[in-house]
């Protein structure tokens, strides 16, 4: 049996077990520092009951297994929730419905949005997988929720660009949609304090954020990522115009981390230009998640 329980604070879990011993083992979590209470319907009661082995094998909690549950949360981010995972080595991410722009000035609410953006990524970096592309997702949880590799991020933001559009065309004088005579990679300092500015190789270096080979292997990972997107997304029918990338290191590499989704690319329609990305939430376009979704859809169509 399958079932999707709830903690109280809403994070989900998963469990493919019988119910009742599903029980004994939240009640075993009840003793740990950082255990949980479930919810399902109602609080369950707490009971001290030891289970066998025979019976821990029982539970099946998807990318738990063995392992305590630990929901601690570790950091909320505009879009994004990061729980502690099941290891050291693990993180769990949730996506929010939250759509922020300019630096959290913009701020709605977006049911549905965590879930579209949750899937558009993951099928993303399934696809890169399987093209070479180590990326930090482990494992889907649910729509919304992902375990993921505890990589330490490189706090800087890679952006890529085979168009012009955005703050690109703003800050150069460059009309968005201009094709451009070869791909741009731009680093932003990850800082929301800052506004995430604008930062060169050897400011880079020079306050240590990260080494020359380390931005080597970034700029090589990024014209990859870029041509095997631009690749997948032709054969949905939508333009990559430019995208934001963010790495961490993880045993000794460099791997692919955060999201790949219309939050964080430009997406235009091949034929009509029609924007199917954030700029809808930022230009107040509407038809937000109708865009999302036609994005995923889209994507589905040629997986
Ligand atoms: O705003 P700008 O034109 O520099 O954005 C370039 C690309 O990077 C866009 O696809 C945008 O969605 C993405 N981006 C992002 N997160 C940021 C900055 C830019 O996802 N903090």
Not at 5 to 26: I, T
Not at 36 to 46: D, F
Not at 283 to 291: A, E, F, P
Request: glycine share 6%; aromatic share 8%.
């Amino acid at each position: 049996m399958s079932t999707v329980y709830k903690s109280v604070d809403g994070y989900p879990l998963k469990a493919s077990c019988d119910e009742h011993l599903f029980q004994f083992r939240l009640t075993a979590w009840q003793h740990e520092p950082h255990s949980i209470e479930i919810m399902k319907g109602k609080q369950l009661m707490p009971r001290v009951v030891g289970l066998n082995e025979k019976e821990l094998e029982t539970l099946d909690i998807l990318s738990m297994r063995g392992n305590k549950i630990m929901s601690d949360i570790l950091y909320e981010g505009k879009s994004k929730i990061i729980y502690r995972g099941p290891n050291n080595e693990s993180l769990i991410i949730r996506y929010k419905d939250t759509a922020t722009a300019f630096n959290g000035e913009k701020k709605a609410e977006l049911s549905g949005k965590g879930k579209l953006n949750a899937a558009i990524s993951s099928l993303i970096y399934g696809y890169l997988a399987e093209h070479g592309v180590e990326t930090h997702l482990i494992e889907v949880i649910d729509d919304a929720t992902a375990l993921v590799k505890k990589a330490e991020i490189v706090m800087i933001e890679v952006i890529v660009r085979n168009v012009a559009a955005g703050s690109f065309s703003k800050k150069y004088g460059v009309p968005e949609g201009t094709a451009l005579k070869n791909t741009v990679i731009e680093f932003s300092l990850k800082s929301d304090e800052l506004g995430d500015p604008m930062i060169n190789e050897s400011q880079i270096t020079a306050i240590g954020l990260a080494t020359e080979e380390e931005l080597k292997e970034m700029t090589r990972q990024a014209f990859r990522i870029n041509e095997l997107l631009c690749a997948l997304f032709a054969k949905t029918g939508i333009r990559l115009i430019d995208f934001k990338l963010e790495f961490g290191r993880y045993d000794g590499k460099l791997i692919l981390c955060d999201e790949i989704s219309p939050d964080s690319c430009r997406l235009w329609d091949i034929d009509t230009d029609k924007k199917l990305d954030k700029d809808r939430f930022r230009r107040d376009l509407g038809d937000v998640l109708d865009s999302y979704q036609d994005v995923l859809r889209r994507l589905q169509n040629v997986r």
